[in-house]
């Protein structure tokens, strides 16, 4: 193999490499910028080749010191959890950085090459295991309190119902002991999507289409909002196959999740449904192969969730609308963590929420 080709195979590797490499000569300028820097940094190779590095990172002191400690000491040095990348069109990025000195044949120093790794998607999997955590405990304390609350209840609606038989065909007080009936059954119903959530049925695993399952509930979403001005909008990837999953409890999660999309739209709007095979990031079980995941994205340009409420959302009985259990989202998460899969909700005021679901594309 000639010295041109060596060259050719070193620059396939820095281009096809999912880190971030920055090369940095003895003057501090940059002199590689490959692919995967770009999309870290939301830079092109013309606006970085050449720059120096302190005006490249400027207002980013970790990075700073990182490579001027290493240009100084000739020792390489990381940093693999406490930086956020500054970008200029995009919120900070987690990342783990390493800087080593780059040495010539001859044992001089000449520079610095930066390896960076985004971390957002592994940030983006311990939330979901801590959120996953958190619904375990609150899901057995909340069956523990309806159990108790159940038996009560039961005397409670047939009290109600005999005193209803008792009183007189004309009597006023029928449409109290109607109304107590009607509110024991509510409650039996938040009861029952308690236990369900605490100790929900193991998934009945077939393949399932999940182009199908979304195209009906968007039809049915379109009659159920008639009276509105929405629009609602498919994209789906048609090569995806059927894939592995309980399509009764899919259905259900889907449904609710697009049923809160719409529910979002005040009077005049849009909700996106789409999916798409993930490139960047595969299931990994011990003893197995990996396998990619397929994302589903429900967008909508309604109001949008304050940025306080993001972490309450998934909470048993949190809830920002004006009637509601605040039993669907956290619903939702067990669906998806029975799936081994990831939910997770982006959202901006007034702009509105994409909400992503990750499954493991197992046939």
Known sequence: MTATEDKQIYARVVDNIDRA???????????????????????????????????????????????????????????????????????PLPV????????????????????????????????????????SMLG????????????????IKGAAQLLAMELGAESPLHEYTGVMVKEVERVNGIIEELMDLARPRPPQLQEVNIAKVLGDIVLFQKEAHRGKKLEFVLSLDPSIPPILGDENLLTRLFLNLIKNAAEAIDK???????????????????????????????????????????????????????RGSGLGLATCQKIVASHQGF??????????TTVSVSLPFIR
Do not use: W
């Open 96 to 135: 783990s950085i390493s800087a080593s000195p780059i040495y010539t044949d001859s044992g001089e120093r000449e520079g610095v090459v930066l390896i960076i790794r985004d971390l957002s998607r592994l940030r983006e999997l311990e939330e979901a295991v801590r959120r996953a955590d958190r619904l």
């Open 343 to 352: 939910l997770r909700v982006d959202s901006t005021m007034g702009k509105g």
């Open 21 to 91: 490499v920055v090369a940095i000569d003895r003057l501090g300028s940059i002199a590689l910028f490959n692919p995967a820097a770009q999309d870290c940094t939301g830079l092109s190779e013309r606006q970085a080749v050449g720059r120096h590095f302190e005006k490249l990172f400027a207002g980013q002191e970790k990075i700073l010191a990182l490579i001027r400690s290493t240009m100084e000491i000739g020792r390489s040095i990381s940093d693999d959890e406490n930086v956020q990348l500054l970008r200029p069109s995009a919120p």
């Open 140 to 155: 057995t304390l909340a069956a523990g309190l309806a159990h108790e609350i159940k038996n009560p209840l039961g005397g």
């Open 268 to 322: 005049e709007g849009r909700v996106e449904v789409g999916s798409k095979v993930a490139s960047d990031y595969h299931l990994q079980n011990p003893g197995r192969r990996p396998v990619p995941l397929i994302v589903i994205e429900i967008h909508d340009n309604g109001r949008g969730i304050p940025a306080e409420d993001l972490e309450k959302i998934f909470t048993p009985f949190y809830t920002t609308k004006n």
